[in-house]
């Protein structure tokens, strides 16, 4: 006895097989879109953790090569008294033989424009807060 298939079946069948493919291209092009956010924004973070190994290294008043940096991008660093809580005892945070909690801002630009930022505490003199 032969099988045969009507045609509402085999027509079944291809709508099943197509929106099978359709999902699976479309969850391949949101991976892809997911990959180059992802990639660019650790393309940020890599040149901003640059920068603050650089400033951590040489002092906020350093001069950063700009030749480290691809072309368009640049970055500058700016030191500050650490904000204190208000729920800190701030006795804890006074300066302690000329030393203190120092914060970092180090901010990336693309073309001039502010793309990512970076704060670090760090202990610094007293003398190095602007």
Known sequence: MKSK????EVLIASLILAFGAVAAVE???????QTYD???QWAKEHLVALGAEYYLLFGHDA????????????????LNEA???DDVNEEKYDPLNGWILGEYT????SDGNEIHTLTIEKIVAEDDLQ
């Open 27 to 33: 969850m391949s092009s949101r991976a892809h879109l």
């Open 63 to 78: 001069e950063f090569p700009s030749d480290m940096l691809p072309e368009g991008f640049s970055i500058d660093c700016e």
């Open 106 to 109: 180090i901010r990336l630009y």
């Open 38 to 40: 992802v990639e660019d």
């Open 5 to 8: 298939f009507t045609f509402v």
């Open 83 to 85: 904000p204190i809580g």
